[in-house]
């Protein structure tokens, strides 16, 4: 449905995005991840017509960016991450001035009102002036606003900023519904996030796509090494010395504290290896106390941390 081909834009001699080119299908929900600086709102704001490339093509099946903006915003909601919002307005003043602007009738823009308030748990802010809700309420009123005229493809940046985690799960929820029919875009920080919603994950840095997939291919590419939690009873700097000196522990780092004598470890060690044996030897000469040890998966956060690791 959109392809990107080469995409690039330069500020001076800086370039944000740096030849960039992926398709995006209809009916995908796409995570798209990178850290401060990486050219997502670049991109975000080049997928919505608000800013032109310096060289490559959007498509959105065949319409083009740049000849046919109008018409492909027609097409698109977003949800930026500063969500600008009229703050004199109240809630359904704003929601139908956003429907005027984009040309909606009456019949209709009542019809999409009413849905999109009961859809993003409006109802009990209705007629309050925006400038008295909280982050959170904001938040839905920005959603609302992008979902109102049925749009074909959604872009949200930060969707879930300033909720509580029972909404959080709410606009998840919502969001994987949307994506049965819609083709969704999905900018966000939050691993977990991105993980429970999303079918397919960009990770962008420095300008330039350095890993995609689903969260599973992801993670599975990155297993070059296993992860394991051990939670141990005995002097901390001893216990870093002499466990990172065994086999196959590539590292070891602090974790969690409970006390001022246990602690929770990390452990980085060989693929396939198994060093449960020589760790409970070493805790016996050592007289320290083993009281939890486990095999962690990797996250797509420690894919996230390989890739855009400078």
């Given at each position: 449905?959109?392809?990107?081909?080469?995409?690039?834009?330069?500020?001076?001699?800086?370039?944000?995005?740096?030849?960039?080119?992926?398709?995006?299908?209809?009916?995908?929900?796409?995570?798209?991840?990178?850290?401060?600086?990486?050219?997502?709102?670049?991109?975000?704001?080049?997928?919505?017509?608000?800013?032109?490339?310096?060289?490559?093509?959007?498509?959105?099946?065949?319409?083009?960016?740049?000849?046919?903006?109008?018409?492909?915003?027609?097409?698109?909601?977003?949800?930026?991450?500063?969500?600008?919002?009229?703050?004199?307005?109240?809630?359904?003043?704003?929601?139908?001035?956003?429907?005027?602007?984009?040309?909606?009738?009456?019949?209709?823009?009542?019809?999409?009102?009413?849905?999109?308030?009961?859809?993003?748990?409006?109802?009990?802010?209705?007629?309050?002036?925006?400038?008295?809700?909280?982050?959170?309420?904001?938040?839905?009123?920005?959603?609302?606003?992008?979902?109102?005229?049925?749009?074909?493809?959604?872009?949200?940046?930060?969707?879930?900023?300033?909720?509580?985690?029972?909404?959080?799960?709410?606009?998840?929820?919502?969001?994987?519904?949307?994506?049965?029919?819609?083709?969704?875009?999905?900018?966000?920080?939050?691993?977990?996030?991105?993980?429970?919603?999303?079918?397919?994950?960009?990770?962008?840095?420095?300008?330039?796509?350095?890993?995609?997939?689903?969260?599973?291919?992801?993670?599975?590419?990155?297993?070059?090494?296993?992860?394991?939690?051990?939670?141990?009873?005995?002097?901390?700097?001893k216990i870093l010395e002499e466990v990172g000196k065994?086999?196959?522990?590539?590292?070891?780092?602090?974790?969690?504290k409970e006390s001022e004598d246990v602690r929770g470890?990390?452990l980085s060690i060989m693929s396939g290896s198994d060093?449960?044996?020589?760790?409970?030897?070493?805790?016996?000469?050592?007289?320290?106390?083993?009281?939890?040890?486990?095999?962690?998966?990797?996250?797509?956060?420690?894919?996230?941390?390989?890739?855009?690791?400078?």
């Amino acid at each position: 449905m959109i392809k990107i081909k080469h995409l690039t834009k330069k500020y001076d001699d800086l370039a944000a995005v740096d030849d960039i080119s992926l398709e995006i299908n209809e009916g995908e929900i796409l995570g798209f991840l990178g850290p401060n600086g990486a050219g997502k709102t670049t991109t975000m704001k080049i997928l919505t017509g608000f800013m032109a490339p310096t060289k490559g093509t959007i498509e959105f099946d065949d319409l083009d960016i740049v000849e046919d903006s109008i018409k492909i915003r027609e097409k698109i909601g977003y949800l930026p991450e500063n969500n600008p919002l009229y703050e004199d307005m109240k809630v359904y003043e704003y929601l139908a001035f956003i429907g005027r602007v984009r040309g909606m009738d009456r019949s209709t823009l009542l019809k999409r009102m009413k849905e999109m308030i009961e859809l993003a748990g409006l109802k009990n802010v209705i007629k309050q002036p925006i400038i008295e809700l909280s982050k959170g309420y904001r938040q839905r009123v920005g959603i609302a606003q992008a979902m109102l005229h049925d749009p074909e493809i959604l872009i949200l940046d930060e969707p879930t900023s300033g909720l509580d985690p029972n909404q959080i799960v709410e606009i998840r929820s919502l969001i994987k519904k949307l994506g049965e029919k819609k083709t969704v875009i999905l900018c966000s920080h939050i691993m977990q996030e991105v993980q429970a919603t999303c079918d397919r994950v960009i990770i962008i840095a420095d300008g330039k796509i350095v890993g995609q997939g689903t969260p599973q291919e992801l993670t599975a590419s990155a297993t070059g090494n296993d992860s394991m939690y051990v939670k141990i009873k005995g002097d901390a700097d001893k216990i870093l010395e002499e466990v990172g000196k065994l086999d196959n522990v590539v590292e070891i780092v602090k974790a969690d504290k409970e006390s001022e004598d246990v602690r929770g470890y990390k452990l980085s060690i060989m693929s396939g290896s198994d060093i449960r044996e020589e760790l409970f030897k070493l805790a016996i000469t050592n007289n320290w106390s083993i009281l939890e040890s486990k095999k962690e998966a990797v996250s797509l956060e420690d894919v996230f941390r390989k890739l855009t690791k400078n």
